[in-house]
């Protein structure tokens, strides 16, 4: 490696196909779209204009656009890439402002930290996503410790269920050690009462098949508290001393 090469490398500078220089960080996000695929992994991405050979860290077709994310193992003057929802590397500060401006969402630390935990997650960033974490991370409720909530709501958003109070409450219950019977029977009640609120068209499958999924181990937790009962009854009986003849 010459000592051009070694400069371009220790500044993260990769070098397209077209001639001009593209400088890249490790984290930083850059939206970009394939031209055509070189092999299984290697690809053309067209990056702001400017055509990279890259390698892909995850399948894409050809004119497939998508936020991609500079991984740590570009070195030596190669890049690679990998979808944003994918979970790793923390997201670089200035493609937080970027994502942030996409969105039209203010530029605060909140923001900033609820896209770096969506983002450590595996949830999709996207506007929809961000609004809703962080409308659901500024309610919580009291005697609710944030960490509780904030799981809580990454629960749901994976899960496709609605971040609000009505969803989140019996959900952190769940999570958060209410007896399960009583808390799948809660987060039934409010899944229903959202169902029967929504026009049937609107309602994703995954929602009617939770729907389903929850009314089921409801069923499966009240039987199994139901057995218990039992078992602690017989067991208390057998222990009684026998009456005298």
Known sequence: MNIGELLRSMMGEIQPKDGKTLELKVGQILRGVVLQMLSEQNALVNIGGVTVQAKLEAP?????????????????????????????????????????????????????????????????????NVAAFSRAMASV??????????????????????????????????????????ALSSLRNELEQYMAATPEAELPAVVRQAGKALAELARLAGSAVAAEGREAEAGRAAAQPSAPA
């Open 60 to 128: 894409m077709q050809p004119r497939e656009a998508a936020l991609l994310q500079v991984q740590p193992e570009s070195v030596g003057g190669t890049v690679v890439l990998k979808p944003l929802n994918s979970v790793g590397t923390a997201i670089a500060e200035q493609s937080l402002s970027d994502l942030l401006k996409e969105f039209a969402l203010p530029d605060t630390s909140a923001n900033r930290e609820t896209l770096q935990q969506l983002h450590r997650e595996g949830v999709p960033i996207n506007r929809e």
């Open 141 to 182: 409720p009291e005697g609710v410790s944030a960490e509780d909530w904030q799981n809580a709501a990454i629960l749901a958003i994976k899960k496709s269920l609605p971040l609000t109070k009505a969803t989140l409450e019996p959900l952190n219950a769940v999570v958060n050690g209410k007896p399960m019977n009583e």
